[in-house]
């Protein structure tokens, strides 16, 4: 079945230090989505990327998305303490069901304030 | 907005007894609803998903008779952990979708700890 990797598995950074997770899918993918957990909480969506080769920013964190659709990273420029949270990854893939995601392990970000 | 809430957010219960959470969309109709399970420090490991008024679809490996959905409408979807033992113990997520391929929006999760 498809499978969705992450990496790293953890990361931890001085504040104002740049931060980069990286997704890849054993398929192509229909499109990436991109969920956002803090400590204790629940995933919070946010972002959706579906064209190849597609690039979108949200003030300081950037989202790509390969031109194969099988890979997808996220950036955060200049990290804040309130980045800390584990940022998941999860595909869809473009061969299977219309609905189901595939989520990564996710990458769980620190930050030293 | 797009609001997903879950009862109970905790709960606490003897091993083999049944526990019963509820996840309803709170403003809008949600054709899809979807089952997760988390293990601490663990990805969310879907166990279901669920149509409203049709029988649930389970993933490799998830018993359909431990774990019973019923998505009776389309605001709320109901998964009941019968018999629970400790190692059902787990953070329990629902989420839920408006339309077809769109993003889903995570109920805040319940926490069952079975003794």
């Known amino acids: 079945g498809q499978q969705v990797m992450q990496i790293p598995q953890y990361q931890h950074v001085q504040e104002g230090e740049d931060f980069t997770t990286y997704c890849n899918s054993s398929?192509?993918?229909?499109?990436i989505q991109w969920y956002k957990q803090r400590p204790g909480g629940h995933p919070v969506f946010l972002i959706q990327?579906?064209?190849?080769?597609e690039v979108k920013k949200q003030k300081r964190l950037t989202f790509q998305f390969g031109e194969a659709k099988k890979n997808s990273s996220l950036h955060i420029t200049a990290t804040q303490t309130t980045d800390v949270g584990t940022y998941f990854c999860a595909g869809r893939d473009s061969g299977g069901s219309n609905y189901k995601l595939t989520f990564g392990k996710g990458t769980l970000l620190t930050v030293n304030p | 907005g797009a609001v997903v809430s879950q009862h109970p957010s905790w709960v606490i219960c003897k091993s083999g007894t049944s526990v019963k959470i509820e996840c309803r969309s709170l403003d809008f109709q949600a054709t899809t609803m979807f089952w997760y399970r988390q293990f601490p420090k663990q990805s969310l490991m879907l166990m279901a998903t669920s149509n409203e008024g049709s029988k649930a679809t389970y993933e490799q490996g998830v018993e359909k008779d431990k774990f019973l959905i019923n998505h009776a409408s389309l605001t709320l979807s109901t998964l009941t952990v019968t018999s629970a033992h400790p190692e059902d113990s787990s953070f329990y997520i629902c989420?839920?979708?408006?339309?077809?391929?769109?993003?889903?929006?995570f109920g805040p999760g319940t926490r069952l700890t079975v003794l």
């Open positions: 989420s839920a979708r408006k339309g077809a391929g769109g993003e889903q929006f």
């Open positions: 398929t192509t993918l229909s499109n």
């Open positions: 990327l579906v064209k190849s080769g």
